[in-house]
């Protein structure tokens, strides 16, 4: 059965993508409907002045930024994208405003667009290391200020590159590399915890063998 109300959402989409394309499709790298969703990829020179516009547009009203995150593509060039999502509580929409960023590069910072800003682009910078310029304090949010790397890379190690303790004789944390001490253990199939001395079959198995003993 169809959904009316998701016909009507994503025409109402459509219909704003097609009034941003209308004024500011020149200045964008795409707008349009992924899905139900409404995608506009930007220019990173371009983010402060779109992101005013989607604020204060009659049509737009997208008063509301409910986060900012990154998103790594280890083959790509450029490899990240920096994600808007938006909010109009007004016309009861979402936008998705996406900006693609090389690893040396930079995007102009939203806080004076968005306050809310402030601490998403310190996470994003923390967790994926694109800098934005402009940001009043960007610094790490989430992990330590002696910390190595950016976790939400691809290719960040699961383990990472150091680990974190407190030292009670020198009274403060250390840093140490990381140590696996079972990174080349061989385990048994039938029990990983019992070892080599684990019989090869137990005991009550010897029936599905077919050995009545």
């Not at 409404?38 to 516009?53: D, E, N």
């Not at 682009?121 to 790397?149: A, K, N």
Request: charged share 30%; with cysteine.
């Amino acid at each position: 059965m169809t959904d009316p109300f998701a016909i009507d959402r994503r025409n109402a989409h459509q219909e704003v993508a097609d009034h941003i394309d209308a004024l500011l499709g020149e200045h964008l790298d795409g707008v349009g409907l992924e899905g139900d969703e409404l995608v506009i990829r930007a220019k990173p020179a371009g983010i402060v002045s779109l992101l005013t516009f989607l604020r204060d547009d009659g049509a737009c009203l997208f008063k509301v930024l409910l986060d900012i995150c990154g998103v790594d593509w280890p083959g790509r060039s450029p490899r990240f994208d920096v994600v808007y999502n938006l909010l109009s509580l007004r016309h009861n929409l979402r936008a998705r405003v996406r900006v693609a960023v090389d690893e040396e590069g930079t995007v102009p910072s939203v806080v004076e667009v968005f306050s809310a800003a402030g601490w998403f682009e310190r996470e994003t910078y923390d967790m994926f290391g694109v800098r934005f310029d402009g940001h009043p304090d960007l610094r790490r949010i989430l992990t330590d200020y002696g910390f190595d790397g950016y976790p939400l890379r691809k290719d960040f190690p699961l383990t990472g590159f150091v680990e974190v303790r407190y030292d009670d004789s020198q009274k403060r944390v250390v840093y140490e590399p990381v140590k696996l001490t079972q990174e080349y253990r061989t385990f048994e199939n039938l029990s990983p915890w019992a070892g080599p001395e684990l019989p090869r079959v137990l005991p009550g198995d010897e029936k599905a063998s077919g050995d009545k003993g």
